[in-house]
């Protein structure tokens, strides 16, 4: 595998259940992030991990859960979601620091709540 | 702060003919900048980035752009549409934190045959 690979591709669930999306790359990088893309919105940046430091998104709802267990991982955990949660996200992952480096996306999950 | 302007939601052009996409940025650094492009069912693919060397950025599939600072633009360009580049295209503006990249609405490429 190689680059950012993200399962499942696709996910739907009730409001009531638990499900968790996985993120995984292979570039070495050291900062990962979680993205929601809606329809006729631009990209939301939900939460960062750098250097093993998690900056989040204040207005991301409690109901995502990020966990980033090492550097090439990361999860993130959903439960009691709201039809309005439907979107595409996508996990990016970059060399952290200073500078101009660019992010590297996955294929994303497209997450469909009923 | 900072923030990027796409101008056009939608653009429209016939295969063969060139390309023009708009974005215009805002911001309180010396700016990096970025186009990506997003076919439909898949994540963002870096095309281009501008990082304060030579201005004018020449990027994957025929794809260039050029940093103007005194009109704060970042405008994309392909002398001659492909059907294959009809997608999504998003500008990017990014400041020197990791949590710093703010990412235009997006414009939607349509190539005509």
């Known amino acids: 595998e190689t680059g950012v690979t993200q399962t499942p591709r696709h996910l739907v669930m009730g409001m009531t259940n638990k499900k968790s999306l996985k993120c995984e790359q292979h570039?070495?990088?050291?900062?990962m992030y979680w993205y929601k893309q809606s329809a006729k919105k631009p990209l939301e940046l939900m939460f960062v991990y750098s250097l093993e430091e998690r900056v989040e998104n204040n207005s991301v709802p409690s109901r995502f859960s990020p966990e980033c267990p090492n550097s090439s991982h990361l999860f993130l955990h959903l439960h009691t979601l709201q039809p309005e949660d439907s979107a595409l996200y996508l996990c990016?992952?970059?060399?952290?620091?200073?500078?101009?480096?660019?992010?590297?996306f996955g294929p994303g999950t497209r997450l469909t709540v009923l | 702060a900072q923030s990027v302007t796409q101008l056009d939601s939608h653009v429209s052009v016939s295969e063969g003919t060139p390309v023009l996409l708009r974005c215009n940025y805002s911001s309180s650094y010396s700016p990096s900048l970025f186009w990506y492009v997003q076919h439909p069912n898949k994540g963002l693919q870096l095309l281009l980035k501008?990082?304060?060397?030579?201005?004018l950025v020449k990027g994957i599939n025929g794809f260039e752009a050029e940093f103007k600072k005194s009109e704060t633009s970042f405008h994309l360009t392909k002398p001659s549409a492909h059907m294959s580049d009809a997608a999504e295209y998003f500008c990017?503006?990014?400041?020197?934190?990791?949590?710093?990249?703010?990412f235009g609405a997006g414009t939607r490429l349509t190539v005509k045959p």
């Open positions: 501008y990082t304060s060397a030579a201005t």
């Open positions: 990016a992952s970059s060399q952290a620091g200073q500078g101009y480096n660019e992010q590297f």
């Open positions: 990017v503006v990014k400041g020197p934190n990791n949590n710093d990249m703010r």
């Open positions: 570039l070495g990088h050291n900062a």
